[in-house]
């Protein structure tokens, strides 16, 4: 079983800073992209940033230039760097990893249960 946990979340005032981290625990081969998701209340869950297993990294246009994804040396961890938030990035927080559980297998996604960010104006 794969569980990934995120931290970090809370409350920030606008232009205020947080750092979210994601912890991938369990039966893990290997992991190729980690990647951070958001959904706001009534909206549907977005990207907000990925970065593969070969570092490269991928945002989300209303993100970039203030967020930074990063992963630890593991790979099992991932870490959003978030600045000059914004009473928009308000959101639960979600992280993914697209898993391989064993030599054999093939890629699977797994979800967080979610951290809540509130920045307020």
């Known amino acids: 079983q794969v569980q990934l946990v995120e931290s970090g979340g809370g409350l920030v005032q606008a232009g205020g800073s947080l750092t979210l981290s994601c912890a991938a625990s369990g039966r893990i081969f290997s992991i190729d992209t980690m990647g951070w998701y958001r959904q706001a209340p009534g909206k549907q869950r977005e990207l907000v940033a990925v970065v593969a297993a070969s570092g490269t990294t991928n945002y989300a246009d209303t993100v970039k230039g203030r967020f930074t994804i990063s992963r630890d040396n593991t790979w099992k961890s991932a870490y959003l760097q978030m600045n000059s938030l914004k009473p928009e990035d308000t959101a639960v927080y979600y992280c993914?990893?697209?898993?391989?559980?064993?030599?054999?297998?093939?890629?699977?996604?797994?979800w967080g249960q979610g951290t809540q960010v509130t920045v307020s104006s």
């Open positions: 993914k990893g697209v898993v391989r559980v064993n030599r054999f297998s093939g890629l699977s996604d797994y």
